[in-house]
DNA sequence: CACAATAGACAATCTGGTTGTCGAAATCAA
DNA sequence: TTGATTTCGACAACCAGATTGTCTATTGTG
């Protein structure tokens, strides 16, 4: 089979809308309907000390108003709260509440069974090898989103 | 390293957006500076036969008032012109204009030229082995949206 | 101290999607 | 054949997730 660069395209597109949907699916299948990738995304930068909207904007590369936004829906459901910074009192820390935590674990949980799955069908090696390449296509620091993509300036 | 499921996906959004942000970049070069990605993958399933909105919707697993709005957006930038359909007076017969084939093999070019900058970084026969992995692991299906996705049921 | 930079709030806007409704045209079943 | 159902495309309202721009309060610095 002749596949074109579009099609690789595809095939990345689809590699990670399967796993995240399967991932959404199972949080929903367990009470955590409304959560979005995105959530978990924000919630774990925040536990990895994005504390606050400016930064946690910068760390996945959107503008400190989305972030904003994001971290709105994330208190508003619970997952995450705010307080203020002893040291700067512009700043509104933000801490991730158990909820927070329970459904950050969940979803861990069903990448790590879907990525074991795809181990099981593939093989661990192959599927090794597929992660470390793509970590050099990538650049390893796609996994660390405030290293990559374009920069919101703000 | 150990890497969990959800750098696996984060590594595949990862590779799908450096592939494609390099081609609307490249586009955007060569005077197509208002293509987005949807755009091209809508030219391709009209010139392969979704030749109005409602099929278009179907292909693309979306709503048909949203692959009308993605021909709406077309037809303005010249990609794609309409006409009737002489059998059936319902149906608004799409086809793409000599510019958007133009704009689809650029693409197709910048896309085929990256894939061939991986192969070259990774091994041609690595790269071959990723696709036909991912091509396992998302059912080979991704690659022609009409058969997969979500249905919108409309 | 004065001034630049930063944090966060608010508003307006954009894109790409959704549902729901509708009239016109086509198809199917009695 | 005719009446019911389906389908097509248009329109409206809405939503999520982003953007830019403007504003005030606060902080850091020459």
Same mark, same amino acid.
Do not use: K, N, S, Y
């Given at each position: 089979m002749t596949r074109s660069g579009a099609d690789l395209a595809l095939l990345l597109l689809g590699g990670y809308r399967t796993l995240v949907e399967s991932v959404v699916a199972e949080l929903a299948a367990r009470g955590h309907d409304d959560v979005r990738p995105v959530h978990d995304f924000a919630m774990r930068a925040i536990a990895s000390g994005a504390d606050n909207a400016s930064e946690l904007g910068r760390r996945l590369a959107v503008s400190k108003q989305a972030a904003a936004k994001t971290i709105a829906v994330l208190l508003e459901r619970g997952y995450v709260r705010r307080g203020t910074d002893p040291d700067d009192a512009r700043r509104k820390r933000i801490e991730?509440? &158990? +909820?927070?935590? %329970?459904?950050? =674990? @969940?979803?861990?949980?069903?990448?790590? %069974?879907?990525? #074991?799955?795809?181990?099981?069908?593939?093989?661990?090696? %192959?599927?090794?090898?597929?992660?470390? @390449? +793509?970590? /050099?296509? /990538?650049?390893?620091? #796609?996994?660390? &989103? %405030?290293? #990559?993509? &374009? #920069?919101? =300036?703000?």
């Open positions: 991730v509440t &158990p +909820l927070g935590w %329970e459904v950050m =674990h @969940q979803g861990e949980a069903a990448f790590d %069974e879907l990525r #074991a799955q795809w181990a099981r069908r593939i093989g661990a090696d %192959e599927l090794a090898a597929l992660e470390r @390449q +793509l970590a /050099v296509l /990538v650049g390893d620091d #796609a996994v660390r &989103p %405030e290293a #990559a993509g &374009p #920069a919101a =300036h703000d």
